[in-house]
């Protein structure tokens, strides 16, 4: 609930005619404590993963169907899968779009994962953990 559904709905409607392999947005107006976090993990998940991995966590995103339909060894099914697909599409260099979208403080409820720095740094060592299983899937 960080975007607004209009935006949300400008976002889709302004993407999905483009060529693309993956759409995935790129976070603006963010509070300066989000948006540095995100920039020291994108430093580091760059150098750990080789590539470019900065705002890896920005949502939305799109992706098309045949992928699903490829049999990969492994996708997440948890809070990683936004960084699995830009490290995925980026190691195949694949066409990686990243419009812009407004990001806000959470317009209502609470985050059911993001409860302060350890859960933060608990899902960071996830990522971190599974670049061999990612890198094994990539084959």
């Known amino acids: 609930m960080k975007i ?3 935006d949300a709905c400008s976002f889709f409607e302004s993407s999905i005619d483009q060529e693309f392999d993956l759409i995935k947005a790129k976070r603006t107006g963010r509070p300066l404590n989000d948006w540095l976090k995100t920039l020291i993990f994108g430093i580091i998940a760059s150098v ?14 799109l992706i098309k169907r045949d992928l699903f339909e490829k049999k990969l060894n492994f996708i997440p099914n948890d809070f990683s899968f936004d960084v699995f697909m830009l490290y995925y599409f980026r190691s195949k260099n694949q066409k990686v779009l990243r419009p812009k979208i407004k990001y806000t403080t959470r317009l209502h409820g609470k985050s059911k994962w993001q409860r302060g720095y350890k859960s933060e ?8 953990k599974y670049k061999k299983i990612w890198k094994e899937s990539l084959k």
């Open 48 to 61: 750990h993963f080789k590539q470019n991995m900065l705002d890896s966590g920005g949502v939305p995103s």
């Open 121 to 128: 740094i608990n899902l960071i060592n996830t990522i971190f």
């Open 4 to 6: 607004r559904p209009a």
